[in-house]
């Protein structure tokens, strides 16, 4: 890496902070506002979920897709196409996975 790539590599990566810091408060079953769809809900609605386990499940998807998105920086920097289309894909696949999961599971409704 050369200094030019190293440098759009730090600027990106304090762009992701908040990021990382928003996923770490979901993981601790903290921010449960903060979550799309869950926030506009009645309370009536919001008393069939488990808050805590959709918090954390919520917060391990977005610290996946920081990880991912990592990867498709990575691969972007370095010039690696196949990192950057893998990242890309996965990310894809992750997100549509992580929600699908969420919104199916039992897990996460209360009993």
Do not use: H
Request: with cysteine.
């Amino acid at each position: 890496m050369n200094r030019e790539q190293i440098a759009v590599f730090a600027v990106m990566n304090v762009f992701m902070l908040p990021g990382l810091l928003f996923g770490a408060v979901l993981c601790r079953g903290k921010g449960a506002d903060l979550i799309a769809g869950y926030n506009t809900a009645s309370a009536g609605e919001r008393s069939r979920w488990d808050e805590k386990a959709l918090c954390q499940a919520a917060g391990v998807l977005v610290l996946v897709l920081m990880a991912l998105t990592e990867l498709v920086l990575l691969g972007c920097v370095l010039g690696v196409t196949v990192l950057m289309w893998t990242g890309m894909g996965l990310f894809i696949a992750a997100t549509a996975g992580g929600i699908a999961y969420i919104n199916k599971s039992k897990r996460f409704r209360r009993k």
